[in-house]
């Protein structure tokens, strides 16, 4: 009688141990597979080893913590959410410079950071610890969408009404070619730029060639297409200006641009002026 055979025990795969050298100085043996030794050895190198990561992160925690209100949980939660919370609040401080030239991102990172603090439940960093930081923003501007629009609204008239004042009393000229340049450069260089001045039109630029620029400017952006010199040029000519072609033009407004953070300004100042010259037309019919 033929006896049956065996089943095959299922081979282990056994990865053979590797020294990994950190850059704090220590060093450890792990299991890895040969093809990826060398990226892993690599990285290692760059890096703590786990128990200085780990004391890393401690440290951070507790430099951050002292500052916030002391979390409820367990002794476990709370340490591994005050770790979660140090993280996140670092990650909002950056968001906050990096969405500094956004008015409306700015109140709400702003309102976000400071009811953040004030949350104090352990479970609720732990629970939250894999979303994204900008989809909890998000989701908190989402519902006070209605209180930033009109917060918004009311700083944006109060800033253009100011500016008008300003340029009655002062009898300035109701217009101002600097301010349309540093914006439009600055649109061309960086094309975010031209969300925090998407409430100009056209018209309210003195300058006949600066209302074509922001005119071509605005239907690219708006297509998702790059705005910068080069592609304005095949829209509008290289004619002569007058001892400037309009591609020397634009490469000299995004030589003198200025910084994104600094874009909101000349947007109201061309706004106000726009708003100036209306009433000056009306008093004068």
């Known amino acids: 009688?033929?006896?049956?055979?065996?089943?095959?025990?299922?081979?282990v795969l056994v990865m053979p141990k590797y020294t990994l050298q950190y850059v704090c100085g220590h060093s450890d043996e792990e299991d890895h597979p040969k093809a990826r030794i060398d990226k892993i050895r690599e990285k290692a190198a760059e890096s703590l080893c786990p128990s200085c990561w780990t004391d890393q992160q401690?440290?951070?925690?507790?430099?951050?913590?002292?500052?916030?209100?002391?979390?409820?949980?367990?002794?476990?939660?709370?340490?591994?959410?005050?770790?979660?919370?140090?993280?996140a609040m670092i990650k909002i401080l950056n968001a906050k410079a990096a969405y500094g030239h956004d008015e409306t991102m700015s109140l709400v990172l702003n309102d976000f950071h400071q009811d953040a603090i004030k949350q104090s439940l352990a479970m609720w960093w732990i629970n939250n610890r894999n979303t994204r930081l900008m989809d909890l923003v998000s989701d908190y501007h989402s519902t006070r969408q209605s209180y930033y629009q009109f917060v918004i609204e009311n700083r944006f008239q109060r800033e253009v009404d100011a500016l008008?004042?300003?340029?009655?009393?002062?009898?300035?000229?109701?217009?101002?070619?600097?301010?349309?340049?540093?914006?439009l450069g600055a649109i061309m260089v960086k094309n975010d730029a031209y969300y925090v001045a998407s409430f100009l039109e056209p018209e309210h630029f003195i300058e006949d060639l600066h209302q074509r620029i922001f005119e071509v400017v605005r239907a690219l952006i708006t297509l998702g297409k790059v705005a910068m010199p080069i592609t304005l040029n095949t829209f509008l000519g290289d004619q002569d200006l007058g001892g400037i072609t309009v591609s020397r033009y634009l490469a000299r407004l995004a030589a003198e641009a200025v910084g994104i953070t600094q874009v909101r300004q000349p947007a109201l100042t061309i706004y106000a002026l726009a708003k100036y010259r209306s009433q000056m037309e009306a008093q004068e019919s």
């Open 164 to 183: 008008v004042k300003e340029a009655q009393e002062s009898n300035r000229d109701p217009f101002d070619i600097s301010a349309e340049q540093g914006l």
């Open 58 to 87: 401690n440290q951070i925690a507790n430099e951050v913590s002292w500052l916030l209100p002391p979390l409820e949980g367990t002794e476990k939660q709370v340490t591994w959410a005050q770790r979660l919370r140090a993280k």
């Open 1 to 11: 009688m033929c006896e049956k055979p065996q089943k095959e025990r299922a081979r």
